[in-house]
């Protein structure tokens, strides 16, 4: 979050009084200004702005220590921050197409496989919605998204399923 403590970075100079004052400076690796150091002096690394392990999982920062000498001494390091990856992307259904299921169609008959896309997890999970699948005409295996016929279809009394469809990401 923004604001967040990260790390301290810490530099030391053998000088005295003004000479040893060491101020703090991202120079190089700091995509879209993700980090900050507040207060200059501290050498403390914040979160400027969001990171998102799906944009950027990892910074490489050089980061320059800078002593107050009027010909100013400075050093350099490099700072690797990794990003944890949160599960902040749910899980999307592509835009359903209608299937047609023959009458005479056995039970246990696989009718269709759904899919969803999650780029935090690629473990998913399936159900039908509590009023997703009207008379249990059909089953679901919720790790394949498999849905089989389980009901004997009768296109004189019901010609249309519509089911709704959940999926969870762990």
């Known amino acids: 979050s923004i604001g967040a403590y990260v790390t301290q970075v810490l530099a030391t100079d053998l000088d005295d009084g003004r000479n040893a004052n060491i101020t703090y ?4 690796g700091n995509a879209g200004e993700a980090f900050k150091i507040e207060p200059i002096y501290s050498g ?3 979160v400027k702005y969001p990171v998102d392990y799906e944009i950027q999982a990892l910074y490489t ?10 010909q100013a001494l400075s050093s350099e390091c490099q700072l690797t921050i990794y990003i944890t990856d949160i ?10 197409t209608p299937i047609n299921v023959p ?3 056995e039970i246990g ?3 269709a496989t759904v899919t969803a896309n999650d780029v935090d997890n690629p473990v998913l999970q399936y159900s039908f919605t509590p009023q997703g699948n009207l008379n249990d005409m059909f089953t679901m295996d919720r ?4 849905i089989r016929l389980a009901k004997k279809l009768d296109h004189e009394i019901k010609r249309n399923y519509e089911l709704e469809l959940q999926v969870t990401d762990g």
Request: hydrophobic content about 30%; cysteine-free; aromatic content about 6%.
């Open 25 to 28: 400076n991202i120079i190089n």
């Open 44 to 46: 403390i690394v914040k």
């Open 61 to 70: 920062l050089t980061i320059e220590a800078k002593d107050g000498g009027s």
């Open 87 to 96: 599960n902040d992307q749910p899980p999307n259904f592509p835009v359903p």
């Open 103 to 105: 009458e005479g169609t």
């Open 109 to 111: 008959s696989l009718v």
């Open 143 to 146: 790790f394949s998204g498999k």
